[in-house]
């Protein structure tokens, strides 16, 4: 299929359903934006491959970079290269200096780029200015009638920050190798510059160690990276422009290490895994043993992951790991340690000095703000935005995640509208949570009070995308990052004023389908899913998941219900429709969009949104066809006959009958809205039973739409 109808068509599919579309872009899909952008003069027809003119800095790193240009120009124009014919694009690449600080918190990333009639010309600070200019350059390409085109532009941009990250945890599930090398590729395609792997927790350990092998031969359950594939994956990382940053919890979280090495424990840690145990185990912090074990395993990991900094975790230690052992007990009495929070201060402290000794910069997350820690530790915030301003107040350097989980599965606009430098950017109502009396959401309460001076912005390095893996397996890794990291990626790059949510939800259908071109796998492993479910024919369950959500803030998790073990605990199978479905719905948006302009005058929508309607309402008797076969998919039985209930509805906002069944009507919006109520925060999870097989319907707010404007 030519380029123009193939790029169109996949990325456009995600945005229509029926005979309308939404219109086309003013301008390319960028994400992130850039500081500055001006179009300029016509767009230039590309074909053939690439020719590079250097000036200034010319190195390995940017040859390799270049290659990699080139490969996805090809990919995204499906016109490769011919030997012999002449370059489809003359690139002029003038990289100003070699920069001593390429990897670091200090490299240089600023670049300005021109494209026209002559081809573009790229002019960096630094060989990383290079390769954020290339990423942009590459979204500049778009489809054109005869083929694909290059649009005309001028950018100068920065970064806003210089720490833009994203954590993947490989403890809880396993991820391969390539696996993480694709994530690479999708965080250079969008400007992210950090990547944090949280390398060891209750569940496993997961890099060879050659000074305590049972790391590997006991903890990771066979399941680990060898020494060599980590130099190999920093190398990697490093041609992108992009640093890995390792974390090995500690004192808690830290049942993997302690049940290859009982000895360090607090309390007695058993084979085979415990549930109750996993997420419990902590070291014993008066132990000396401890703290050479610690300062031989770092000693060995730092040798593997050069970066500056080290993340040592520290977070939801039990006091009760230490309290309950009369020999910790006995020994925070007698050397003064009023709590298990003053013992944890002293274990940090002494932690510390181990990483100093190794070079680096310790990491460790907000609970270490709970008792005085020296300031040179960077906090990460995670239980929200308040812990940004409390760290920063202490004089400490601060990479913010707090609003920024990708695991409670909230759609891509909400954790868009969250800044990093907003002390109440993020957290739970604080009335709220005082009248649930659930002590252990306390911390997540927002401080009102909470502010920020100007010498405390100064202090936020950055902030990162997380994506937690109690429920996430590496089929699922691509869909549960993307393309809602891409949306970040902006808030962490782009200037603070670049906040409008529906360009946002207009760009990101575009954004993941040039991704999914150069490699992301989002679409085609959510295919594989529903094709084992649905073996027979996965039509109808693709209608029911473009326009379904899973249910939000760990209510998929389970964790918080009554009777139900946390997902942290025994690793489930994830093998239900709501483990294929995402946090984004661009069929609903765009539906929604539509029905805005609908009832705003644009009366030549009712032909695409009545198809779309009438859809959704007929899908319900194809899907209970195939469960007819297959008992496995009953549980989104209420949801797809939810989905046929809410079309309905919309048909009959359409037809003008919203009167005659009024009530049909209001049970059928208040039953979808209640839903997403059910888990709208942590608190609400708390307490609320979720929909049947945890799916919420996102046409609601469309269909609502539709039937306040018919009123």
Same mark, same amino acid.
């Given at each position: 299929?030519?380029?123009?109808?193939?790029?169109?068509?996949?990325?456009?599919?995600?945005?229509?359903?029926?005979?309308?579309?939404?219109?086309?872009?003013?301008?390319?899909?960028?994400?992130?934006?850039?500081?500055?952008?001006?179009?300029?003069?016509?767009?230039?027809?590309?074909?053939? #491959?690439?020719?590079?003119?250097?000036?200034? @800095?010319?190195?390995?790193?940017?040859?390799?970079?270049?290659?990699?240009?080139?490969?996805?120009?090809?990919?995204?124009?499906?016109?490769?290269?011919? !030997?012999?014919?002449?370059? #489809?694009?003359?690139?002029?690449?003038?990289?100003?200096?070699?920069?001593?600080?390429?990897?670091?918190?200090?490299?240089?990333?600023?670049?300005?780029?021109?494209?026209?009639?002559?081809?573009?010309?790229?002019?960096?600070?630094?060989?990383?200015?290079?390769?954020?200019?290339?990423?942009?350059?590459?979204?500049?390409?778009?489809? #054109?009638?005869?083929?694909?085109?290059?649009?005309?532009?001028?950018?100068?941009?920065?970064?806003?920050?210089?720490?833009?990250?994203?954590?993947?945890?490989?403890?809880?599930?396993?991820?391969?190798?390539?696996?993480?090398?694709?994530?690479?590729?999708?965080?250079?395609?969008?400007?992210?510059?950090?990547?944090? +792997?949280?390398?060891?927790?209750?569940?496993?350990?997961?890099?060879?160690?050659?000074?305590?092998?049972?790391?590997?031969?006991?903890?990771?359950?066979?399941?680990?990276?060898?020494?060599?594939?980590?130099?190999? +994956?920093?190398?990697?990382?490093?041609?992108?422009?992009?640093?890995?940053?390792?974390?090995?919890?500690?004192?808690?979280?830290?049942?993997?290490?302690?049940?290859?090495?009982?000895?360090?424990?607090?309390?007695?840690?058993?084979?085979?895994?415990?549930?109750?145990?996993?997420?419990?185990?902590?070291?014993?912090?008066?132990?000396?043993?401890?703290?050479?074990?610690?300062?031989?395993?770092?000693?060995?990991?730092?040798?593997?992951?050069?970066?500056?900094?080290?993340?040592?975790?520290?977070?939801?230690?039990?006091?009760?790991?230490?309290?309950?052992?009369?020999?910790?007990?006995?020994?925070?009495?007698?050397?003064?340690?009023?709590?298990?929070?003053?013992?944890?201060?002293?274990?940090?402290?002494?932690?510390?000095?181990?990483?100093?000794?190794?070079?680096?910069?310790?990491?460790?997350?907000?609970?270490?703000?709970?008792?005085?820690?020296?300031?040179?530790?960077?906090?990460?915030?995670?239980?929200?935005?308040?812990?940004?301003?409390?760290?920063?107040?202490?004089?400490?350097?601060?990479?913010?995640?707090?609003?920024?989980?990708?695991?409670?599965?909230?759609?891509?606009?909400? =954790?868009?509208?969250?800044?990093?430098?907003?002390?109440?950017?993020?957290?739970?109502?604080?009335?709220?949570?005082?009248?649930?009396? !659930?002590?252990?959401?306390?911390?997540?309460?927002?401080?009102?009070?909470?502010?920020?001076?100007?010498?405390?912005?100064?202090?936020?390095?950055?902030?990162?995308?997380?994506?937690?893996?109690?429920?996430?397996?590496?089929?699922?890794?691509?869909?549960?990052?993307?393309?809602?990291?891409?949306?970040?990626?902006?808030?962490?790059?782009?200037? !603070?004023?670049?906040?409008?949510?529906?360009?946002?939800?207009?760009?990101?259908?575009?954004?993941?389908?040039?991704?999914?071109?150069?490699?992301?796998?989002?679409?085609?492993?959510?295919?594989?899913?529903?094709?084992?479910?649905?073996?027979?024919?996965? !039509?109808?369950?693709?209608?029911?998941?473009?326009?379904?959500?899973?249910?939000?803030?760990?209510?998929?998790?389970? @964790?918080?219900?009554?009777? =139900?073990?946390?997902?942290?605990?025994?690793?489930?199978?994830?093998?239900?429709?709501?483990?294929?479905?995402?946090?984004?719905?661009?069929?609903?948006?765009?539906?929604?969009?539509?029905?805005?302009?609908?009832?705003?005058?644009?009366?030549?929508?009712?032909?695409?949104?009545?198809?779309?309607?009438?859809?959704?309402?007929?899908?319900?008797?194809?899907?209970?066809?195939?469960?007819?076969?297959?008992?496995?998919?009953?549980?989104?039985?209420?949801?797809?006959?939810?989905?046929?209930?809410?079309?309905?509805?919309?048909?009959?906002?359409?037809?003008?009958?919203?009167?005659?069944?009024?009530?049909?009507?209001?049970? @059928?919006?208040?039953?979808?809205?209640?839903?997403?109520?059910?888990?709208?925060?942590?608190?609400?999870?708390?307490?609320?039973?979720?929909?049947?097989?945890?799916?919420?319907?996102?046409?609601?707010?469309?269909?609502?739409?539709?039937?306040?404007? =018919?009123?």
């Amino acid at each position: 299929m030519p380029f123009a109808r193939r790029f169109r068509s996949f990325a456009m599919a995600m945005l229509c359903v029926g005979t309308a579309c939404t219109p086309a872009l003013a301008a390319p899909a960028l994400m992130p934006q850039p500081v500055q952008y001006q179009p300029k003069g016509s767009a230039l027809p590309l074909a053939g #491959g690439v020719q590079v003119q250097w000036q200034g @800095v010319r190195s390995p790193l940017l040859e390799r970079a270049v290659a990699r240009f080139g490969q996805r120009l090809a990919a995204l124009s499906a016109r490769p290269a011919v !030997a012999g014919a002449p370059a #489809g694009l003359v690139l002029r690449i003038n990289c100003q200096h070699a920069d001593p600080d390429m990897l670091s918190v200090h490299m240089r990333e600023h670049y300005q780029l021109r494209t026209g009639a002559d081809g573009a010309t790229l002019v960096a600070d630094g060989p990383a200015g290079v390769l954020r200019g290339l990423a942009t350059l590459l979204q500049l390409i778009e489809p #054109g009638e005869a083929g694909p085109v290059l649009d005309g532009a001028e950018i100068d941009d920065s970064p806003r920050f210089a720490w833009r990250g994203m954590l993947v945890d490989v403890s809880r599930h396993f991820m391969s190798v390539a696996a993480l090398e694709r994530q690479l590729d999708m965080m250079e395609l969008t400007k992210l510059n950090v990547l944090h +792997l949280h390398l060891s927790d209750g569940q496993g350990f997961r890099v060879e160690s050659r000074v305590y092998p049972r790391l590997q031969q006991v903890a990771s359950h066979g399941e680990y990276y060898t020494q060599q594939q980590v130099r190999d +994956l920093v190398a990697l990382a490093a041609d992108r422009g992009i640093r890995i940053v390792p974390e090995f919890d500690a004192p808690g979280h830290s049942y993997a290490m302690l049940l290859a090495y009982p000895q360090y424990a607090a309390q007695p840690v058993t084979a085979p895994l415990d549930p109750k145990r996993v997420v419990r185990a902590a070291f014993d912090p008066t132990n000396p043993d401890t703290y050479v074990f610690l300062a031989r395993l770092y000693h060995e990991m730092a040798g593997l992951f050069p970066d500056a900094y080290f993340h040592v975790g520290g977070d939801e230690v039990r006091p009760d790991e230490w309290t309950a052992n009369p020999r910790i007990s006995a020994y925070m009495q007698q050397h003064g340690y009023a709590s298990a929070t003053a013992l944890q201060a002293a274990f940090t402290r002494r932690v510390q000095g181990i990483v100093a000794h190794e070079g680096r910069t310790m990491m460790g997350w907000d609970e270490l703000l709970d008792a005085p820690v020296p300031p040179g530790i960077v906090i990460e915030p995670w239980r929200g935005s308040r812990y940004t301003a409390q760290a920063t107040a202490a004089g400490h350097p601060v990479v913010v995640s707090a609003g920024y989980y990708l695991d409670l599965l909230l759609p891509a606009a909400d =954790h868009y509208r969250v800044d990093p430098l907003d002390p109440v950017g993020n957290g739970l109502p604080p009335d709220q949570v005082a009248a649930a009396h !659930a002590p252990a959401l306390v911390p997540f309460a927002l401080d009102p009070a909470a502010s920020m001076t100007t010498a405390q912005d100064g202090l936020v390095l950055g902030a990162e995308v997380a994506l937690w893996t109690e429920i996430v397996s590496e089929e699922m890794l691509d869909a549960r990052l993307w393309p809602r990291a891409a949306a970040l990626a902006e808030r962490f790059w782009s200037p !603070a004023a670049v906040r409008d949510e529906a360009a946002l939800a207009r760009r990101l259908p575009v954004v993941q389908a040039e991704l999914e071109v150069l490699g992301n796998r989002a679409s085609a492993d959510r295919h594989r899913m529903m094709a084992r479910l649905a073996p027979d024919g996965i !039509a109808p369950l693709a209608t029911l998941l473009a326009v379904t959500t899973p249910v939000r803030n760990y209510a998929l998790n389970h @964790v918080f219900g009554p009777g =139900h073990v946390a997902a942290s605990s025994i690793p489930p199978a994830l093998d239900r429709v709501a483990d294929i479905a995402t946090p984004d719905s661009f069929q609903a948006a765009a539906f929604t969009r539509d029905v805005a302009a609908y009832v705003g005058g644009q009366r030549d929508l009712a032909a695409s949104l009545r198809a779309r309607l009438e859809t959704w309402r007929d899908n319900d008797m194809r899907l209970r066809q195939i469960v007819a076969t297959r008992p496995t998919l009953r549980e989104v039985l209420p949801a797809s006959g939810q989905l046929a209930e809410l079309a309905t509805v919309g048909l009959y906002a359409l037809d003008g009958t919203l009167a005659v069944h009024q009530a049909q009507v209001d049970a @059928v919006l208040q039953t979808a809205q209640a839903q997403f109520a059910a888990s709208a925060s942590m608190l609400a999870v708390r307490t609320s039973p979720q929909p049947a097989g945890d799916l919420l319907q996102a046409i609601t707010p469309g269909i609502a739409g539709l039937v306040q404007g =018919h009123m």
